[in-house]
C-alpha cells in the first residue's frame, strides 16, 4: 500500500516525505478557505526540489482552465481534481496539460461509490474522499471493497495509524493529512511514525 501525504506546506515536511519514501505529496493550490493551502509562489519554491521517486500531486478545487494552465507549469505529476468531470471532461485536460489524473469521489451515501465509472477510463487514480474538503470526515471505506477499475484505488478520509491494517485490504493508496498535524500545522515526527509503521502494515501482507 502506497502513501500520499497531503496539505505540505514548508520546505521541511517535503524533504522529510522525499528522505522516507513516500510515494505522493499532495499541495492544495486554489483552495484559500484551506489551513493547508499554500501560493502560486510558494508552490513554486517547494515544487524545485529534488523528489527523487516521490510524485508531486497539485491538489485543485473545481480549477478554471486558467488555473489549469498556471499549475501546469509546475513540476508536477498529477492534477487532483474536486468537480464534476466525466471520462470527456478529463481526456481534455489530461491531453491539454500533460498531467496525469487522479479524479476524486466525494463519497457521502453509499451511491456516491458508483460515480468512478464515469472517471476511469482516463483517470490514473481514483481517490475516493470524505465531503468534507478541508475537514477530516469518516466515511465507510469498506464501500470500495468489491470494486475493481483500470487504475489505481486510492482513499481518504479521517485515515489514522489504528485503521492501516484494515484498509491494506480496500486501497493501493492511502491520502493522509490530518492525522499527520498537531494544531493544524504538519508534525514531522508523527509523518516520520506514520511511514514506519504502514512498512511494518505492508511488510507483515
Known amino acids: 500500500m502506497k502513501l500520499k501525504v497531503c496539505?505540505?506546506?514548508n520546505h521541511n515536511e517535503v524533504e522529510i516525505c522525499i528522505n522516507n519514501n513516500v510515494n505522493f505529496c499532495g499541495f492544495i493550490l486554489n483552495y484559500p478557505k484551506s489551513h493547508r493551502y499554500i501560493s502560486y509562489e510558494k508552490a513554486k519554491k517547494l515544487l524545485s526540489i529534488n523528489k527523487n521517486n516521490t510524485q508531486f500531486v497539485g491538489v485543485l478545487?473545481?480549477?478554471s482552465l486558467e488555473e489549469l494552465k498556471r499549475f501546469s507549469q509546475l513540476n508536477l505529476d498529477?492534477?487532483?481534481l474536486y468537480g464534476q468531470y466525466d471520462n470527456k471532461s478529463l481526456k481534455i485536460i489530461k491531453n491539454k496539460f500533460q498531467k496525469k489524473i487522479i479524479a476524486t469521489i466525494q463519497v457521502k451515501n453509499k451511491s456516491d461509490i458508483e460515480t468512478y465509472k464515469n472517471l476511469q477510463d482516463i483517470s490514473d487514480i481514483i481517490l475516493w474522499d470524505s465531503s468534507g474538503y478541508e475537514k477530516s470526515?469518516?466515511?465507510n471505506h469498506s464501500?470500495?471493497?468489491d470494486i475493481k477499475i483500470k487504475g489505481?484505488?486510492?482513499i481518504a478520509g479521517n485515515i489514522t495509524k489504528d485503521k492501516l491494517g484494515n484498509l491494506s485490504k480496500l486501497a493501493d493508496i492511502i491520502d493522509v493529512s490530518g492525522a499527520l498535524e498537531t494544531n493544524k500545522v504538519k508534525d514531522t515526527?508523527?509523518?516520520i511514525e506514520f511511514?514506519?509503521?504502514?512498512?511494518?502494515i505492508n511488510n507483515e501482507n
Open 7 to 9: 496539505g505540505l506546506s
Open 61 to 63: 478545487v473545481q480549477p
Open 78 to 80: 498529477y492534477f487532483q
Open 137 to 139: 470526515l469518516s466515511w
Open 143 to 145: 464501500w470500495i471493497k
Open 152 to 154: 489505481e484505488k486510492m
Open 189 to 191: 515526527q508523527k509523518i
Open 195 to 200: 511511514v514506519t509503521y504502514l512498512k511494518k
